[in-house]
C-alpha cells in the first residue's frame, strides 16, 4: 500500500503567519488523467471534518483563498496564508489513487 | 445540505461485533460511495471500507474478512459491522461520502473495547 508521509507532528505558529505542511508519498500519485489523487483535510474539535483540497491544488466549495495546496509527483504541500485562530487544526493528507486508501499521520497546527 | 450521523454503541466487549448506523440527509446513498474511517488514539487515522451507489463493496485488506459494510436504501441509511474486535479497535469511527475525495463527514463515534 501507498504510505504518505507528514514529518511534522506539530507546528507551533503565530496567527498572521504563512505556514507549509508537507506531505511525502512512497510513490507517484500521478494517475493516467493527469490528475493527483492526492486530497487535505482539517479537523477541528467540535467540528465535522471538511476536504480542503483535491487532486493536490484544487480548493473544495468554500474553502478560502488561504489554503493552498501544491505539488506533483510524491511531494505535496498544502500551505496557509495568514492564518486565523479557526485554522488551528489537525490536518492530514490522503491519497486515493490505489485502494487502499490511505492517510498521512497528521500535522497538528497550535498557537505559538 | 448534506449530513452523515453515526450511531452505535459505545462500548463493546472483546471477541464481540461491533455495529454502527449512518444516518445520511440531503443525499441519496444509491448515488456516491459511502465510506467508513477511523481514528485511533494517537490520531492516526484508516480508512476501512466503501459501500458504493450500487451496493457493491471494497474493504481495506487489513480488516480481512472481519468486516461488512451494507445499506438500507428505504432508510438512507449505511452499516459497519466489525466482527471479533480487540482493544486494537478502540477508535473513533467515521462516516463519510465519496470515494476519490471525501466530501462529508459524520461527527463521529467513539467506540471502546473493554470488557
Known amino acids: 500500500q501507498i504510505t504518505l508521509t507528514q514529518q511534522a507532528e506539530s507546528l507551533w505558529i503565530s496567527p498572521g503567519e504563512r505556514v507549509s505542511i508537507t506531505c511525502r508519498a512512497s510513490q507517484s500519485l500521478l494517475y493516467t488523467d493527469g490528475k493527483h489523487y492526492l486530497s487535505w483535510y482539517q479537523q477541528r474539535p467540535g467540528q465535522t471534518t471538511k476536504a480542503l483540497i483535491y487532486h493536490a491544488s484544487v480548493r473544495t466549495d468554500g474553502v478560502p483563498t488561504r489554503f493552498i495546496g501544491s505539488g506533483s509527483g510524491t511531494e505535496f504541500t498544502l500551505s496557509i496564508e495568514h492564518v486565523q485562530p479557526e485554522d488551528f487544526a489537525i490536518y492530514y493528507c490522503l491519497q486515493t489513487l490505489k485502494s487502499p486508501s490511505t492517510f498521512g499521520s497528521g500535522t497538528k497546527l497550535e498557537i505559538k | 445540505e448534506v449530513q452523515l450521523q453515526e450511531s452505535g454503541p459505545g462500548l463493546v466487549k472483546p471477541s464481540q461485533s461491533l455495529s454502527l448506523t449512518c444516518s445520511v440527509t440531503g443525499y441519496s446513498i444509491t448515488s456516491n460511495y459511502w465510506g467508513w474511517i477511523r481514528k485511533f488514539p494517537g490520531n492516526k487515522m484508516e480508512w476501512m471500507g466503501y459501500i458504493s451507489y450500487s451496493g457493491s463493496t471494497s474493504y481495506n485488506p487489513s480488516l480481512k474478512s472481519r468486516i461488512s459494510i451494507t445499506r438500507d436504501t428505504s432508510k438512507n441509511q449505511f452499516f459497519l459491522q466489525l466482527n471479533s474486535v480487540t482493544t486494537e479497535d478502540t477508535a473513533t469511527y467515521y462516516c463519510?461520502?465519496?470515494?476519490?475525495?471525501?466530501?462529508?463527514w459524520g461527527q463521529g463515534v467513539m467506540v471502546t473495547v473493554s470488557s
Open positions: 463519510a461520502s465519496g470515494r476519490r475525495v471525501f466530501d462529508y
